[in-house]
């Protein structure tokens, strides 16, 4: 190889010039690199090697300059270089090749690049206050013995240091205004969405490559047990078939950070005492280092930001401030996107409540005008809701008594909480309806009234119960007062004597048949009673009922033929249990063909029963004065009686086919009821049969 003389000492300022001229507005550490390796060949007449190591230290860019100009860049790995005793020189040494031991010579390839000796000169790093370039070594290769080369590499690389350190401070400092606008931009975007899903998605992309680590987990506090429950999402596929990771209160690094409020750094995780294990051993994940910090919102800890294996060096208290200065909106975003989920949740319960109510609501403003109606109430009105919305309140609701409108304005002035009116309201079909009228003022977040809400509960049904409730009782006066009266009657007859021989016995029958009457009608009032209170409600039994028709009918049968009725049984034998209670089941059946008895003024009356398709039926049938039309679907409430019972003058309280229908309910029986006006009624039951 034939080489350029060497730069005279007093050519050094050629140099100087050379690289300044060329490195004036040069701020990349790979362009220096290559722009020293090429000045120093062509000045000192030596091939020039300069090589740096990369950002991740694993392994160096090599650029090899020839005096003639030619210019070789290479890749080397961190063991074929062999680097390391060279980097560790003091300064700028010769080394000659045959005095290296073979293992040095071998394990390098710069000493591959040299055929006799090499000057390597390091750049300096220890004696510096500050250094930002990576490790960097010059070398020149086979140069001629002249004693001004170690001068002149001692001074290149001090001005080497100054531009590198220049060129690695502008690099660092462009790094670092790509990662704040990277938290910049994921900053406004977390303020801008109030998506959870979409704030855990930010968090997968650039803020891991940013700080360069395998992957990043967040861990929310859950408020009653405080354990720490990781958001599967983040994970990766390794979780997907594992349990949620749970920890808890002050488990692990992550429970430690949350107890004390404080950041920390682990570079060996399996050789911190706080790390928890557990999580790697059940999916196969493997954790060597991690960033832990608070996620926090008014110095309430919500949970803890992790980002675990650093994919090259260590983490540092640079990547710990950009974490922190993601952690403030990523905790504010969390925390508004859960309160934004709970007023939705909340919002849609009272949409739910305020639509499925049957009670009519509606919600009106400082001005009278009706801002919200459900379609309970719009049915009030007989209306549409587009057709009560917009409308001024005494507008669209007229009441009979009261003034709304003084109401609205009592409950906006803070006069009274709550207010009630029971009144008719006129609907539009021109009907009254019965109403009770109840308001609540709807206070805003100052706490001023700015709407009220009234909630309009039809009182048609509690009228209909008064009413047949008084009937009943008219009913009961009327009821105890005929048999009271003929028993008195009778009795003081027979104890005064007045009574003839062959009529005392016909009177003590008509003493004992009002007995009989009173008797059940105060059994009938007994049975209700404990019905209402659940008392007649017996655990469910497998109940035979053959045995209980040949008790029950023989005496209803003799009632019949005593009325001049023709009594039927049509039973099938060996019927099949039912379940239910027998003393239940011998009620209903008595109160059906007592029933038929009453409501049959001539005829026959039948009573079937027979087994269809898993359950048995029992039917009722009679030839009696039957059920109007528009009393069907009122038959089996309490307390009513037909107008043509009432009309007949037929005794009864309007409460045996309530207790039939609820005693069957409560064992899952259903019973039917088909009748024609003026020629009779048929009633059928269907009982499950019993599974023993």
Not at 196 to 224: A, D, K, M, W
Not at 656 to 662: A, C, D, N, Q, R
Request: proline fraction near 5%; charged fraction near 25%; charge should be negative.
């Amino acid at each position: 190889m034939s080489h350029a003389p060497a730069v005279p000492q007093n050519d050094l300022s050629a140099l100087w010039r050379d690289l300044l001229l060329d490195l004036r507005d040069v701020f990349d550490v790979h362009f220096v690199c290559a722009t020293f390796a090429y000045h120093v060949a062509r000045h000192t007449g030596a091939s020039a090697v300069v090589a740096v190591a990369d950002v991740q230290a694993k392994c160096y860019d090599v650029w090899l300059n020839e005096p003639s100009g030619r210019a070789t860049q290479m890749r080397w790995s961190n063991e074929e270089a062999g680097l390391e005793p060279l980097l560790a020189l003091g300064g700028p040494t010769r080394l000659d090749k045959l005095e290296r031991s073979a293992a040095e010579v071998i394990g390098g390839r710069i000493w591959l690049l040299a055929k006799r000796r090499l000057l390597a000169a390091p750049l300096p790093r220890e004696e510096r206050l500050y250094s930002a370039y990576p490790p960097t070594l010059l070398a020149l290769l086979d140069p001629d013995l002249q004693p001004e080369l170690e001068p002149l590499l001692n001074e290149v690389t001090s001005l080497m240091c100054v531009f590198l350190d220049r060129a690695a401070l502008r690099q660092e400092v462009d790094r670092r205004t790509v990662e704040f606008a990277v938290i910049s931009d994921i900053s406004r975007a977390l303020s801008s969405t109030l998506n959870i899903q979409q704030i855990y998605q930010l968090l997968t992309g650039p803020i891991r490559q940013t700080l360069n680590v395998e992957t990043l987990s967040i861990g929310l506090i859950e408020p009653v047990t405080g354990d720490i429950v990781f958001v599967e999402k983040l994970f990766g596929p390794m979780f997907q078939r594992l349990p949620p990771v749970r920890l808890k209160r002050g488990q692990g690094i992550a429970g430690w950070v949350a107890e004390h409020k404080e950041p920390v750094i682990i570079t060996d995780a399996y050789s911190d005492q706080r790390f928890f294990s557990g999580v790697d051993t059940r999916s196969g994940f493997r954790t060597h280092s991690m960033i832990c910090i608070p996620l926090q919102v008014d110095e309430r800890t919500i949970g803890i930001l992790q980002a675990i294996n650093r994919q090259f060096g260590r983490f540092s208290d640079h990547d710990v401030q950009l974490m922190q200065a993601l952690g403030g909106p990523l905790a504010a975003a969390i925390e508004n996107a859960n309160l934004h989920t709970d007023v939705l949740a909340e919002k849609r319960r009272v949409e739910t409540l305020f639509t499925s109510m049957s009670d009519g609501l509606i919600t009106v403003n400082r001005d009278g005008v009706i801002t919200r109606v459900n379609s309970a109430f719009a049915s009030m009105l007989f209306s549409d809701v587009d057709d009560v919305v917009g409308r001024l309140l005494h507008e669209r609701v007229r009441p009979k008594q009261g003034d709304l409108q003084k109401l609205v304005a009592r409950l906006l002035s803070g006069a009274e909480d709550t207010v009630q009116l029971a009144t008719d309201i006129a609907r539009d079909d021109g009907r009254l309806l019965p109403v009770l009228i109840s308001g609540a003022p709807v206070d805003d977040e100052t706490g001023a009234a700015q709407e009220a809400i009234f909630v309009f509960s039809d009182l048609t049904q509690i009228r209909e119960v008064e009413r047949m409730r008084d009937d009943l009782f008219q009913g009961i006066i009327h009821e105890l007062r005929t048999p009271l009266a003929t028993i008195l009657m009778y009795s003081r007859l027979l104890r005064e004597g007045r009574a003839q021989a062959d009529k005392a016995e016909r009177f003590l029958g008509v003493i004992e048949r009002e007995s009989d009457r009173l008797q059940r009608m105060v059994r009938q009032m007994l049975d209700l009673a404990k019905l209402e209170a659940r008392e007649m409600q017996r655990s469910a039994e497998p109940v035979w009922l053959n045995p209980l028709f040949d008790e029950a009918l023989p005496p209803l049968a003799e009632r019949a033929v005593q009325k001049g009725l023709l009594f039927r049984q049509r039973i099938e034998t060996d019927l099949p249990p039912v379940m239910g209670n027998r003393d239940v089941y011998e009620m209903v059946v008595r109160n059906l063909l007592d029933n038929a008895i009453k409501f049959t003024p001539s005829g026959s009356i039948q009573v079937a029963a027979r087994r269809d398709n898993g359950a048995v039926v029992i039917e009722v049938s009679d030839d009696g004065i039957g059920i109007p039309t528009e009393s069907i679907n009122n038959l089996f409430k309490r307390f009513y009686r037909t107008q043509t019972a009432v009309e007949r003058g037929i005794a009864g309280t309007g409460l045996g086919l309530y207790m039939v229908k609820e005693n069957l309910r409560n064992y899952n029986g259903h019973i039917a009821v088909q009748s024609t006006l003026g020629k009779g009624t048929t009633f059928t039951i269907r009982l499950p049969v019993a599974q023993i």
